[in-house]
């Protein structure tokens, strides 16, 4: 990551309350042909969630702590910042001296944007603020929220808008919190209703939604330069798994995620058409 600062630009993608199983199996299925072709392996990789609700796991990501390789440590960490006896962090680790990560790239010259999507993020009131806080620019509108069904598509535009009015000798940190998969999210399943409510299948079907619009999203980033994107789910939630719903709680389906990092090179063919 030392060579990648100051380099590239950089995009961090949490897909919102993302299981490991669903984005798994539509990966094997075939059902995600825009995220597929850029997963290392053509896979996610299984990791364990830093927190069990969004609050919590993403004041872990910024603060260096990306959700954990789910095999025995230690790992060593992509970003952290400095501090003394820190056995996860090596000579590859980015290491910044501010208390997360947005200031310390900004600290290394990146203009840092937060393009926010669940509750957290949305600015409304003090809590809703600290999140978005952490970044010199920040957009949260109802339509990139949860109960928007058109919510990731108003959230890629925004991103276009943001990477094209950038000068383009500037670096830029993006991060977009995906709130499609987050309840209530039954109405991307065609036939479903809001009296059935959520289900694994209407998570399914968000997580499809995604992948049909996020290629315009990965040409946008790369049309500059490089681009490193880390792209993940900051916990998952459940759906009745032993008898538990939603997240908050200690449940596999809750701790177990989908991660991957990889480059997006300007020089790479366009995305499949939808």
Partial sequence: MNEVIGRDDLLLLTLDTLRHDVAAELVAEGGLPHLA?????????????????TYAAHQAIFAGFLPTPARPGPHARLFAARFAGSETTEHRTYVFDTPDLPSGLAAAGYHTVCIGGVGFFNKQGALGGVLPGLFQESHWEPEFGVTSATSFEAQVARAEQIVAALPRDRRLFLFVNVSALHQPNWFHLPGATREA?????????????????????????????????????????????????????????????????????????????V
């Fill in 37 to 53: 072709r850029h997963l290392p392996g053509g896979a996610w990789e299984r990791r364990h969630a830093p927190g069990n609700f």
């Fill in 197 to 273: 409510g959520d289900t694994r299948a209407t998570h399914r079907a968000a997580l499809a939604y995604v992948d049909r619009h996020i290629g315009r999203l990965f040409e946008a980033m790369r049309s500059r330069r490089r681009c490193f994107a880390i792209v993940c789910s900051d916990h998952g939630t459940a759906y009745g798994e032993d008898g538990y719903t939603g997240h908050r709680l200690g449940h596999p389906s809750v701790w177990t995620v989908p991660y991957a990092h990889f480059f997006l090179d300007p020089a790479e063919p366009s995305e499949p058409s």
